[in-house]
């Protein structure tokens, strides 16, 4: 599938509903929002829902305050973004009102089951880039608005360009977006550097717990220990990949327990391990470098299933 047929596709419609992810982060916020934007520019009226709020420092994004739990009903059209599996759109998309509607899927995971019925699927650092193709192919122009959702997005979703799938590429759409009006200094501090003292104690409390085991650092965030109103899996972003520094380790695994009875895992690997492969084994997707799943289950139960993979993994074992 190419950008210019998924193009074709939206402008059949009048009415979509755009999905971000569970937990969005900012390249599930920033892509979605960049495609409403697009179809406003184009007389087509579009509704962005996540399942879950927004982290409050994303909440600067343009748009971002027009997020819905659910569609009007009265959509045509709906688009899945940053999404490696049905699932990962959670409880908007299994709303009655949503089945029966062809579903464009929008992502970046080398992992992805093609899902949808028109699936643009490209092996990008982030699914900002592949937006910015259908968005080239709508020919929208690209404003400050736009801009800077989608380098939001390719900020939040490659650390700040220091992820491995970091290409030349990559770093061209960087520049275009700031060329464009996206301030790139404004954009790494609202989301690396205003984290609330809520979610630095939460930290504080995972890290004092942490362990290691034949490479794998590992540690979780217990339901209990999360502030009541709070996003547990919001509070743990970025975590993990703080995990990942520990240099006597060579993947990091954070699990995070969730009121539904789920237990959220968020995986990383140093260079020369794909944590992808343990993801996927466990129902879940996602990169080399970074990659996840929800596993029903105890947490411990859990945490050490996952754990034993981890190990083998690092071990060079075949999975």
Known sequence: MTAQQIATEIRRHRRALIISH???????????LVLALACGMLGITATVACQDPLPEELLFLPGAGEYHTQGTGQESLVI????????????VYRDGAVQGKPLVVIDHHITNQGYGDLNLVLDTASTAEVV????????VPLDREISTCLL???????????????????????????QAGAALADITNQVFSRRSFATLSLWGRALASAQLRDGVV????????????????????????M????????????????????????????????????????GGGGHAPAAGCQVSGELAKVRESILEALVHLVKGDVL
């Open 22 to 32: 569970v937990d969005p982060d900012g390249d599930t916020i920033g892509a979605s």
């Open 80 to 91: 899945g973004v940053d999404a490696s599996d049905a699932r990962r759109l959670g409880a």
């Open 132 to 139: 910015l193709q259908v968005i080239d192919a709508l020919e």
């Open 152 to 178: 939001t997005g390719l900020v939040t979703d490659t650390q700040a360009f220091r992820t491995s799938n970091v290409t030349a590429e990559a770093l061209g759409v960087a520049m275009r977006l700031v």
């Open 218 to 241: 590992w540690t979780e965030l217990p339901l209990a220990w999360v502030p009541e109103g709070s996003a547990n899996g919001q509070l743990g972003s970025g975590l993990a990949n």
């Open 243 to 282: 995990l990942n520094t520990a240099r006597e380790a060579s993947v990091a695994a954070l699990f995070t327990e969730q009121a539904d009875g789920l237990i959220d895992v968020s995986l990383r690997g140093k260079p020369g391990y794909d944590v992808s492969q343990v993801a996927v084994a466990f």
